[in-house]
């Protein structure tokens, strides 16, 4: 054993040990997670875009709504006026 193999062996404790003697499994693991941790961030990206875009679509349509409302009563205030001219 080389004096860099014993300093390394000193440094790490025990169970350090066991999980780098398997480093193919240990990398394995780890992109794994890595993998998990992306797709995660993926859907929750999608689901906030998803829901901006409701949201904007629900603005969209209230102003929609807002703006038929205050058409529908000029019209009928403008109607209102007109037969009271007619009338006089």
Known sequence: ???NEIRLRKQLSSG???TYRNYSALMHRH???MMIKRAWSLLLYFFIVVLLMALAFIAVQYVRKEQMKRQQEKHK???V????????
Request: charged share 30%; aromatic share 4%; hydrophobic share 20%.
């Open 16 to 18: 350090k040990i066991k």
């Open 81 to 88: 006026i007109n037969t009271k001219q007619n009338q006089l």
């Open 31 to 33: 992109k794994r997670d």
């Open 77 to 79: 205030t403008s109607y």
């Open 1 to 3: 054993m080389s004096n």
